[in-house]
């Protein structure tokens, strides 16, 4: 598969969980840190939104033909301090949680480096 096929994928998936967020951030902000009060969800939707923002420019980057590559940073930045937050968290946020959030973290900010590397 080409990359800049995988890029659109890649930023459809980060919009398809940043709407997800937006939408029902309760279920996910329980699973990740342990409450689905109103602050979680605000946390929860603010995060959302960026992810949905990286994914759609990703997208519309590959889309125009134009340098996915800051996307891509972008999301590795992001992902890179949301894995490192949790970790940092210890044991203040559920355990499953947080060994969930990292990996999903430490997984898409690997493939994102790789992904930016392989762009043409």
């Given at each position: ?6 890029a659109i994928a890649f930023g459809a998936g980060r919009v398809l969980v940043g709407a997800a967020l937006l939408a029902t951030p309760g279920p996910i902000t ?91």
């Open positions: 598969m080409r990359p800049s096929t995988l329980r699973a990740w840190v342990g409450d689905a009060g109103a602050p979680a969800q605000l946390l929860g939707r603010c995060l959302g939104a960026r992810d949905a923002v990286i994914g759609g420019g990703l997208v519309a980057a590959v889309a125009r033909d134009r340098d996915p590559r800051p996307w891509l940073v972008g999301g590795v930045l992001a992902d890179t301090v949301d894995g490192a937050a949790t970790i940092a968290s210890g044991r203040l946020i559920p355990g499953t949680g947080r060994a969930g959030t990292v990996a999903l973290a430490s997984g898409s900010a690997l493939f994102g480096v790789w992904l930016a590397s392989a762009i043409d």
